[in-house]
């Protein structure tokens, strides 16, 4: 099993809207392709991780490299897994921008933006902060 965990920055910010259409479209693509991951959204910033067969996630990242829609795309970790992490989400969301009108907990790691130095130094936090949201939901 393969992981990878990437961030990136939308050219216009996504509406709700737009958010639900491209996990609708995620769903449908990753199924077909035994990939799971989590995509979190914020501010405009995106934090993805994808799982499955090394060669189909790379294939899937390669795609969402050149889509138009983002840039500034940071590879931030690749690793090989004893098993799945997310293993029953064909594509796991959340939007944080709407978690933080209600936080369940104040965490001011919520606040940092999901393109941040501190996720580039040290990736095992991104792989945290989506950890944390797949045990919530």
């Not at 060669?55 to 690793?79: C, N």
């Not at 992490?85 to 965490?107: A, I, K, T, V």
Request: with cysteine; net charge neutral.
């Amino acid at each position: 099993m393969f992981s990878l965990t990437y961030v990136s920055s939308a050219m216009i910010p996504f509406s709700a809207r737009e958010l639900r259409q491209l996990l609708e479209i995620c769903n449908v693509n990753n199924r077909e392709r035994d990939v799971t991951g989590m995509l979190l959204y914020k501010d405009g910033n995106f934090m993805q991780v994808l799982e499955g067969e090394e060669r189909i996630v790379r294939s899937v990242h390669d795609k969402i490299t050149r889509d138009t829609r983002h840039r500034g795309l940071i590879t931030l970790l690749q690793e090989d897994l004893s098993g799945r992490q997310f293993p029953s989400w064909s594509m796991g969301f959340r939007d944080l921008g709407s978690d933080l009108d209600n936080p369940e907990g104040y965490s001011e790691f919520l606040n940092m933006p999901l393109t941040s130095q501190e996720f580039k130094s040290d990736p095992s936090k991104a792989q945290k902060l989506l950890l944390t949201f797949k045990k919530s939901t």
